[in-house]
Protein backbone atom coordinates (compact mmCIF):
# COMPACT_ATOMS: atom_id res chain seq x y z
CA UNK A 1 0.00 0.00 0.00
CA UNK A 2 2.74 2.27 1.01
CA UNK A 3 4.45 1.69 -2.28
CA UNK A 4 1.42 2.45 -4.08
CA UNK A 5 0.53 5.68 -2.52
CA UNK A 6 4.69 6.64 -3.35
CA UNK A 7 4.39 5.96 -7.06
CA UNK A 8 0.80 8.37 -7.15
CA UNK A 9 2.31 11.20 -5.22
CA UNK A 10 5.31 10.82 -7.80
CA UNK A 11 2.50 10.73 -11.07
CA UNK A 12 1.31 13.96 -9.41
CA UNK A 13 4.59 15.67 -8.89
CA UNK A 14 5.84 15.23 -12.41
CA UNK A 15 2.38 16.54 -14.18
CA UNK A 16 3.23 19.38 -12.24
CA UNK A 17 6.28 20.10 -13.46
CA UNK A 18 6.30 21.72 -16.91
CA UNK A 19 7.62 20.27 -19.81
CA UNK A 20 10.38 22.17 -22.48
CA UNK A 21 10.76 21.04 -25.79
CA UNK A 22 14.00 21.86 -27.65
CA UNK A 23 13.61 24.71 -30.12
CA UNK A 24 15.89 26.09 -32.86
CA UNK A 25 16.34 29.46 -31.47
CA UNK A 26 16.09 31.09 -35.36
CA UNK A 27 13.28 29.93 -35.46
CA UNK A 28 10.93 30.69 -32.50
CA UNK A 29 7.70 32.16 -33.37
CA UNK A 30 5.23 34.08 -31.13
CA UNK A 31 1.76 34.06 -30.49
CA UNK A 32 0.01 37.29 -32.35
CA UNK A 33 -2.99 37.03 -30.17
CA UNK A 34 -1.68 37.73 -26.86
CA UNK A 35 0.25 40.83 -25.08
CA UNK A 36 -1.92 43.24 -27.71
CA UNK A 37 -2.13 46.22 -25.27
CA UNK A 38 1.08 45.37 -23.19
CA UNK A 39 3.01 47.94 -23.96
CA UNK A 40 2.58 52.32 -23.50
CA UNK A 41 3.71 53.07 -26.85
CA UNK A 42 4.92 51.19 -29.98
CA UNK A 43 6.81 52.18 -33.17
CA UNK A 44 7.88 49.89 -36.39
CA UNK A 45 10.08 52.02 -38.98
CA UNK A 46 11.38 50.81 -42.21
CA UNK A 47 15.39 51.93 -42.27
CA UNK A 48 15.52 52.22 -45.76
CA UNK A 49 12.46 54.31 -46.79
CA UNK A 50 12.10 55.99 -43.40
CA UNK A 51 8.18 54.65 -43.84
CA UNK A 52 6.41 54.24 -40.52
CA UNK A 53 4.48 51.00 -41.04
CA UNK A 54 3.28 50.80 -37.25
CA UNK A 55 3.08 53.01 -34.69
CA UNK A 56 0.77 53.72 -31.36
CA UNK A 57 1.43 56.29 -28.92
CA UNK A 58 5.12 57.10 -30.55
CA UNK A 59 5.19 60.69 -29.58
CA UNK A 60 4.42 60.28 -25.46
CA UNK A 61 7.26 61.22 -23.21
CA UNK A 62 8.35 58.65 -20.93
CA UNK A 63 10.91 57.39 -19.61
CA UNK A 64 12.99 54.57 -21.73
CA UNK A 65 15.58 53.07 -19.39
CA UNK A 66 18.89 51.81 -20.84
CA UNK A 67 17.68 53.04 -23.98
CA UNK A 68 18.76 55.98 -23.15
CA UNK A 69 22.44 54.70 -23.63
CA UNK A 70 21.55 54.55 -28.01
CA UNK A 71 22.91 58.22 -27.78
CA UNK A 72 25.89 57.63 -25.84
CA UNK A 73 27.23 54.98 -28.53
CA UNK A 74 26.03 56.79 -31.34
CA UNK A 75 28.26 59.82 -29.84
CA UNK A 76 30.96 57.33 -29.28
CA UNK A 77 30.60 56.80 -32.72
CA UNK A 78 30.60 60.22 -34.21
CA UNK A 79 33.63 60.82 -32.03
CA UNK A 80 35.66 57.85 -33.22
CA UNK A 81 34.87 58.32 -36.96
CA UNK A 82 35.88 61.99 -36.48
CA UNK A 83 39.41 60.71 -35.05
CA UNK A 84 39.27 62.67 -31.82
CA UNK A 85 39.52 59.13 -29.93
CA UNK A 86 40.31 55.82 -30.59
CA UNK A 87 38.99 52.24 -29.94
CA UNK A 88 42.57 51.66 -28.70
CA UNK A 89 42.48 54.25 -26.30
CA UNK A 90 43.17 54.02 -22.48
CA UNK A 91 40.65 55.00 -20.32
CA UNK A 92 41.27 55.30 -16.10
CA UNK A 93 38.17 54.74 -14.62
CA UNK A 94 36.76 57.25 -11.77
CA UNK A 95 35.23 56.87 -8.48
CA UNK A 96 32.05 58.17 -9.55
CA UNK A 97 31.97 55.91 -12.92
CA UNK A 98 33.12 52.93 -10.89
CA UNK A 99 29.90 53.41 -8.17
CA UNK A 100 26.97 53.52 -10.88
CA UNK A 101 24.78 51.45 -9.53
CA UNK A 102 21.93 49.03 -12.04
CA UNK A 103 23.20 46.64 -14.70
CA UNK A 104 27.22 47.14 -14.38
CA UNK A 105 30.24 45.17 -15.42
CA UNK A 106 32.34 45.98 -12.28
CA UNK A 107 35.18 48.19 -13.54
CA UNK A 108 37.60 49.27 -10.64
CA UNK A 109 38.16 52.55 -9.42
CA UNK A 110 41.35 53.96 -10.99
CA UNK A 111 41.43 50.84 -13.39
CA UNK A 112 42.54 51.44 -16.65
CA UNK A 113 40.21 49.69 -19.81
CA UNK A 114 40.56 49.98 -23.40
CA UNK A 115 38.00 52.10 -24.90
CA UNK A 116 37.20 49.43 -27.27
CA UNK A 117 36.30 47.12 -24.37
CA UNK A 118 34.23 49.59 -22.62
CA UNK A 119 32.10 50.09 -25.67
CA UNK A 120 31.49 46.70 -26.01
CA UNK A 121 30.65 46.62 -22.28
CA UNK A 122 27.73 48.76 -23.04
CA UNK A 123 26.47 47.64 -25.95
CA UNK A 124 26.18 43.90 -24.94
CA UNK A 125 25.80 44.20 -21.40
CA UNK A 126 24.37 47.60 -21.43
CA UNK A 127 26.88 48.38 -18.37
CA UNK A 128 26.53 52.09 -16.58
CA UNK A 129 29.75 52.04 -15.12
CA UNK A 130 31.04 51.62 -18.70
CA UNK A 131 28.67 54.34 -20.17
CA UNK A 132 30.03 56.95 -17.05
CA UNK A 133 33.81 55.76 -17.99
CA UNK A 134 32.93 57.22 -21.28
CA UNK A 135 30.96 60.27 -21.30
CA UNK A 136 33.22 61.31 -18.63
CA UNK A 137 36.32 60.13 -21.32
CA UNK A 138 34.95 61.80 -24.32
CA UNK A 139 33.80 65.11 -22.32
CA UNK A 140 35.41 65.69 -19.23
CA UNK A 141 32.54 65.03 -17.47
CA UNK A 142 28.83 63.39 -17.58
CA UNK A 143 26.81 66.81 -17.48
CA UNK A 144 29.37 67.59 -20.15
CA UNK A 145 28.36 64.31 -22.34
CA UNK A 146 24.53 65.34 -21.31
CA UNK A 147 24.88 68.74 -22.89
CA UNK A 148 26.50 67.02 -25.86
CA UNK A 149 23.59 64.41 -25.99
CA UNK A 150 20.78 66.87 -26.17
CA UNK A 151 23.00 68.80 -28.61
CA UNK A 152 23.00 65.49 -31.00
CA UNK A 153 19.52 65.46 -29.65
CA UNK A 154 18.39 68.78 -31.50
CA UNK A 155 20.27 67.95 -34.74
CA UNK A 156 17.98 65.12 -34.78
CA UNK A 157 15.30 66.87 -34.83
CA UNK A 158 14.15 64.58 -31.94
CA UNK A 159 10.66 66.25 -30.86
CA UNK A 160 10.12 64.36 -27.23
CA UNK A 161 13.72 63.50 -25.52
CA UNK A 162 15.27 65.16 -22.97
CA UNK A 163 18.79 63.63 -21.79
CA UNK A 164 19.85 63.76 -17.61
CA UNK A 165 22.34 60.78 -17.89
CA UNK A 166 24.04 58.81 -20.08
CA UNK A 167 22.86 55.50 -18.45
CA UNK A 168 19.42 55.56 -18.78
CA UNK A 169 19.12 55.35 -14.86
CA UNK A 170 16.03 57.09 -13.10
CA UNK A 171 16.69 61.14 -13.23
CA UNK A 172 13.59 63.92 -13.16
CA UNK A 173 12.73 65.31 -16.78
CA UNK A 174 14.51 62.37 -18.39
CA UNK A 175 12.01 61.46 -21.18
CA UNK A 176 12.07 60.01 -24.80
CA UNK A 177 9.28 59.01 -27.25
CA UNK A 178 9.22 55.52 -29.67
CA UNK A 179 9.16 57.73 -32.72
CA UNK A 180 13.00 59.33 -31.24
CA UNK A 181 13.93 56.01 -30.16
CA UNK A 182 13.88 54.43 -33.41
CA UNK A 183 15.80 57.40 -34.81
CA UNK A 184 18.70 57.21 -32.35
CA UNK A 185 19.09 53.59 -33.50
CA UNK A 186 18.79 54.92 -37.46
CA UNK A 187 21.88 56.53 -36.63
CA UNK A 188 23.51 54.26 -35.20
CA UNK A 189 23.03 51.94 -37.51
CA UNK A 190 25.34 53.97 -40.04
CA UNK A 191 28.70 52.72 -38.20
CA UNK A 192 29.44 48.98 -39.22
CA UNK A 193 31.12 48.73 -36.48
CA UNK A 194 28.75 48.54 -34.47
CA UNK A 195 27.55 44.99 -35.76
CA UNK A 196 31.04 44.20 -34.51
CA UNK A 197 29.44 44.29 -30.33
CA UNK A 198 25.51 44.32 -30.99
CA UNK A 199 25.92 40.52 -32.54
CA UNK A 200 27.69 38.82 -29.51
CA UNK A 201 25.64 37.00 -27.39
CA UNK A 202 28.02 35.72 -24.66
CA UNK A 203 31.57 37.58 -24.29
CA UNK A 204 33.68 38.46 -21.61
CA UNK A 205 35.59 41.41 -19.72
CA UNK A 206 38.96 40.99 -18.28
CA UNK A 207 40.21 43.36 -15.22
CA UNK A 208 42.97 43.15 -13.03
CA UNK A 209 44.42 40.46 -10.62
CA UNK A 210 42.85 38.28 -13.64
CA UNK A 211 39.06 39.37 -12.34
CA UNK A 212 36.49 38.01 -15.37
CA UNK A 213 32.94 39.91 -15.49
CA UNK A 214 30.99 37.68 -17.79
CA UNK A 215 29.16 39.76 -20.41
CA UNK A 216 25.49 38.26 -22.05
CA UNK A 217 23.67 40.43 -24.37
CA UNK A 218 20.81 41.74 -22.65
CA UNK A 219 18.93 41.97 -26.30
CA UNK A 220 18.03 37.82 -26.49
CA UNK A 221 16.73 38.55 -30.07
CA UNK A 222 20.24 38.75 -31.16
CA UNK A 223 19.83 34.65 -30.57
CA UNK A 224 16.35 33.83 -30.73
CA UNK A 225 15.00 36.10 -33.94
CA UNK A 226 16.11 35.61 -37.41
CA UNK A 227 17.85 38.68 -39.05
CA UNK A 228 18.06 40.87 -35.40
CA UNK A 229 21.68 42.21 -35.16
CA UNK A 230 21.02 45.28 -33.29
CA UNK A 231 19.21 46.91 -30.56
CA UNK A 232 18.94 48.02 -27.19
CA UNK A 233 16.79 46.91 -24.39
CA UNK A 234 16.29 48.89 -20.76
CA UNK A 235 14.11 47.92 -17.89
CA UNK A 236 13.01 50.10 -14.62
CA UNK A 237 10.32 50.35 -12.06
CA UNK A 238 9.38 53.66 -13.86
CA UNK A 239 9.65 52.71 -17.39
CA UNK A 240 8.47 49.40 -17.53
CA UNK A 241 10.21 47.00 -20.09
CA UNK A 242 11.34 48.25 -23.18
CA UNK A 243 13.46 47.33 -26.36
CA UNK A 244 14.35 48.74 -28.96
CA UNK A 245 15.71 46.18 -32.24
CA UNK A 246 16.62 45.99 -35.54
CA UNK A 247 16.58 43.54 -38.46
CA UNK A 248 17.16 43.13 -41.45
CA UNK A 249 16.05 40.15 -44.07
CA UNK A 250 17.17 40.19 -47.61
CA UNK A 251 16.87 44.28 -48.82
CA UNK A 252 14.74 45.15 -45.72
CA UNK A 253 15.98 45.99 -42.47
CA UNK A 254 12.82 47.30 -40.06
CA UNK A 255 13.63 49.03 -36.70
CA UNK A 256 10.92 47.89 -33.66
CA UNK A 257 10.34 49.83 -30.88
CA UNK A 258 8.37 48.65 -27.67
CA UNK A 259 8.43 50.67 -24.61
CA UNK A 260 6.32 50.44 -21.61
CA UNK A 261 5.56 46.79 -21.51
CA UNK A 262 4.97 44.45 -18.12
CA UNK A 263 7.50 42.27 -18.32
CA UNK A 264 10.97 41.29 -20.06
CA UNK A 265 9.22 38.35 -21.83
CA UNK A 266 6.40 40.30 -23.35
CA UNK A 267 9.07 43.16 -24.75
CA UNK A 268 10.41 40.34 -26.54
CA UNK A 269 7.42 38.99 -27.82
CA UNK A 270 6.06 42.34 -28.54
CA UNK A 271 8.80 43.38 -30.66
CA UNK A 272 9.29 39.93 -32.28
CA UNK A 273 5.55 40.85 -33.72
CA UNK A 274 6.34 44.09 -35.00
CA UNK A 275 8.68 43.06 -36.69
CA UNK A 276 7.27 39.85 -38.19
CA UNK A 277 4.03 42.04 -39.32
CA UNK A 278 6.69 43.95 -41.17
CA UNK A 279 8.81 41.43 -43.21
CA UNK A 280 5.58 39.40 -43.63
CA UNK A 281 3.04 42.43 -45.13
CA UNK A 282 5.47 44.39 -46.59
CA UNK A 283 8.80 44.31 -49.58
CA UNK A 284 11.23 46.79 -50.52
CA UNK A 285 11.83 48.08 -54.08
CA UNK A 286 14.87 49.39 -54.53
CA UNK A 287 13.76 51.97 -56.96
CA UNK A 288 17.87 53.69 -58.06
CA UNK A 289 21.07 52.72 -56.20
CA UNK A 290 23.10 56.15 -55.00
CA UNK A 291 26.52 54.52 -57.69
CA UNK A 292 23.89 54.48 -60.61
CA UNK A 293 25.42 57.44 -63.16
CA UNK A 294 22.25 58.93 -64.20
CA UNK A 295 22.29 60.39 -68.15
CA UNK A 296 22.08 64.24 -68.02
CA UNK A 297 22.38 67.32 -70.27
CA UNK A 298 23.71 70.01 -68.39
CA UNK A 299 25.57 72.23 -69.74
CA UNK A 300 29.26 72.50 -68.17
CA UNK A 301 30.99 76.20 -69.00
CA UNK A 302 34.77 77.30 -68.42
CA UNK A 303 35.92 74.19 -67.99
CA UNK A 304 38.12 71.16 -69.14
CA UNK A 305 35.21 68.55 -68.78
CA UNK A 306 32.48 68.15 -71.41
CA UNK A 307 30.44 65.44 -69.56
CA UNK A 308 29.48 65.51 -65.91
CA UNK A 309 28.96 62.52 -63.74
CA UNK A 310 25.55 62.82 -61.59
CA UNK A 311 24.06 60.78 -59.20
CA UNK A 312 21.59 60.67 -56.43
CA UNK A 313 22.76 61.58 -53.09
CA UNK A 314 21.22 58.09 -51.83
CA UNK A 315 19.55 54.74 -52.55
CA UNK A 316 16.38 55.48 -53.00
CA UNK A 317 13.89 52.89 -52.28
CA UNK A 318 9.78 52.13 -52.33
CA UNK A 319 8.36 50.31 -49.44
CA UNK A 320 4.82 48.38 -50.57
CA UNK A 321 2.61 46.21 -49.13
CA UNK A 322 2.76 43.06 -50.78
CA UNK A 323 -0.99 42.89 -51.51
CA UNK A 324 -1.13 46.46 -53.10
CA UNK A 325 -0.25 47.66 -57.27
CA UNK A 326 1.09 50.57 -56.87
CA UNK A 327 1.98 52.73 -59.91
CA UNK A 328 5.57 54.17 -59.24
CA UNK A 329 8.00 56.42 -61.14
CA UNK A 330 10.97 58.10 -60.59
CA UNK A 331 10.95 61.71 -62.24
CA UNK A 332 14.44 63.61 -62.72
CA UNK A 333 14.64 67.49 -62.95
CA UNK A 334 18.47 68.64 -63.57
CA UNK A 335 20.05 72.53 -63.41
CA UNK A 336 20.70 73.99 -67.21
CA UNK A 337 24.23 74.91 -66.50
CA UNK A 338 27.02 74.66 -64.31
CA UNK A 339 29.82 76.71 -64.07
CA UNK A 340 33.44 75.38 -63.31
CA UNK A 341 35.21 75.02 -60.62
CA UNK A 342 32.46 72.99 -58.98
CA UNK A 343 33.19 69.82 -56.58
CA UNK A 344 31.96 66.15 -56.13
CA UNK A 345 28.80 66.38 -53.83
CA UNK A 346 27.58 69.67 -55.17
CA UNK A 347 23.39 69.44 -55.62
CA UNK A 348 22.93 69.96 -59.50
CA UNK A 349 19.45 68.69 -59.47
CA UNK A 350 16.29 66.56 -57.84
CA UNK A 351 15.14 63.08 -58.60
CA UNK A 352 11.27 62.86 -57.29
CA UNK A 353 9.80 59.39 -56.60
CA UNK A 354 6.21 59.42 -57.25
CA UNK A 355 3.13 57.13 -56.72
CA UNK A 356 0.27 57.52 -58.90
CA UNK A 357 1.84 60.97 -60.00
CA UNK A 358 1.90 62.37 -56.42
CA UNK A 359 5.30 63.28 -55.02
CA UNK A 360 6.17 60.74 -52.22
CA UNK A 361 9.92 61.70 -51.49
CA UNK A 362 12.30 63.88 -53.12
CA UNK A 363 16.22 63.51 -53.10
CA UNK A 364 19.09 65.37 -54.43
CA UNK A 365 20.96 64.92 -57.79
CA UNK A 366 24.89 65.13 -57.12
CA UNK A 367 28.41 65.87 -58.60
CA UNK A 368 29.52 62.30 -58.16
CA UNK A 369 32.87 64.27 -59.70
CA UNK A 370 35.01 67.33 -59.37
CA UNK A 371 35.17 69.97 -62.24
CA UNK A 372 38.06 72.12 -62.34
CA UNK A 373 38.00 75.05 -64.38
CA UNK A 374 40.07 75.73 -68.08
CA UNK A 375 42.95 77.05 -68.16
CA UNK A 376 43.64 80.02 -70.72
CA UNK A 377 46.04 76.70 -72.38
CA UNK A 378 42.52 74.92 -72.51
CA UNK A 379 40.48 77.55 -73.50
CA UNK A 380 43.33 78.40 -76.71
CA UNK A 381 43.60 74.30 -77.64
CA UNK A 382 39.59 74.33 -77.58
CA UNK A 383 39.58 77.00 -80.07
CA UNK A 384 42.15 75.01 -82.15
CA UNK A 385 40.32 72.19 -82.04
CA UNK A 386 36.88 73.53 -83.23
CA UNK A 387 38.32 75.27 -85.94
CA UNK A 388 40.49 72.68 -87.17
CA UNK A 389 36.79 70.55 -87.08
CA UNK A 390 34.99 73.44 -89.01
CA UNK A 391 37.78 73.66 -91.28
Known sequence: MKKVLLSLTLVFCL????????VNPKNISYAESENKSDAKAIYLLDAASGQVLKEENADAQMPVASIVKLMTILLTFEHLEDEKISLDDTVIVSENAAGMGGSQVFIENGGSYKLEDLLKSVIVASANDASV????????????FVRLMNNKAKELNLQNTNYCNATGLPAVNQFSSAKDVAIVLKSVLQYPKYFDYSTIWIDKLSHSNNRITELVNTNKLIRYYKGCDGGKTGSTNEAGYCLAATAERGDMRLIGVVLGAENAKSRFALTSELLN????NFVNNKMLSKEELIDNNINIKKSKTEKVEVVSSQDIYYLQNKTDQDNIELKYEFVESISAPAKKGDVVGKVYLLKDNQVVKEVNLILNNDIEKASYYDNIVSIISNWSIIN
Open 133 to 144: AIAEYIAGSEDN
Open 15 to 22: LLIPVFSP
Open 277 to 280: YGFN
